[in-house]
């Protein structure tokens, strides 16, 4: 899954592709590079983010589906407002990738249902602006996952077929470093869920927290070589798919985890 930020302020490109043509050009880029899905957000979700006013949102996305989903692209809609998963929708998204898994807005569940079209169902605790307030566990593999399976009931109690939903365990959403590699050491119990898992690791913090040197973090686009190091061990774990800024090195990761798997 290829990542188009059409946003001023996301924590790794912001601004690069906020222009709807430079978006497009990028889309194409990432189909060109391998992406077999294009996700498309107009609303950043970075540590902090203000949320963006609906019809900005509409503005950014809705053109952008319509022209990659139109020359034949893959497209899903990042997005937690049922009004603009229904115009993805509407101008060829086929999936809805819902960062709060639902529960920022009601009626989300209902419209995928109505629409029929695979929905991500990501673990969330909180917006943006609040979020890491939430960062806390006793357990954090087992209450991810306890509340991912919640989560997942929800939306399939709402209509969603069960076979449509794809799970994410929020690496970053109201979770620390710590939080973070316990999951990724641990994929095979949220695969037990029994349903497609997405990893969304790419240029997070934690990983240049861990590349830190004296000069501090690793800034985000010095993070994609770490970033396909996870994607080598999510697909060996079973994942079913890893939502990237950079396509090329994870794609030859997966390619390399499917040989090595093929060869046990």
Known sequence: MGVVNVT???????GLWFDPAEAI??????IAQGAD???VGGESTRPGAERVPLDEELRRVVPVVRELSGAGALVSVDTMRVEVARAAVEAGAAVVNDVSGGLADPAMAAFVAEAGVPVVVMHWRGHSRTMQDKAHYDDVVAEVRAELAERMDR????GVDPESVILDPGLG???NAEHNWALLAHLEVLTGLGRPLLVAASRKTFLGRL??????LRPPRGRDD???AVTALAAAAGAWGVRVHEVPASRDAVLVAAAWQAAL
């Not at 001023?8 to 912001?14: E, K, L, Q, V």
């Not at 050009?25 to 990432?30: I, K, M, N, S």
């Not at 590349?211 to 501090?216: R, T």
């Open 211 to 216: 590349l830190a040197d004296d000069q501090g």
């Open 155 to 158: 939306v399939v109690a709402a």
């Open 8 to 14: 001023p302020d996301s924590f790794s490109d912001g």
């Open 25 to 30: 050009e990028r889309g194409h880029a990432l």
């Open 37 to 39: 899905l294009i996700d």
């Open 226 to 228: 770490a970033t396909a």
């Open 173 to 175: 959403f109201s979770k």
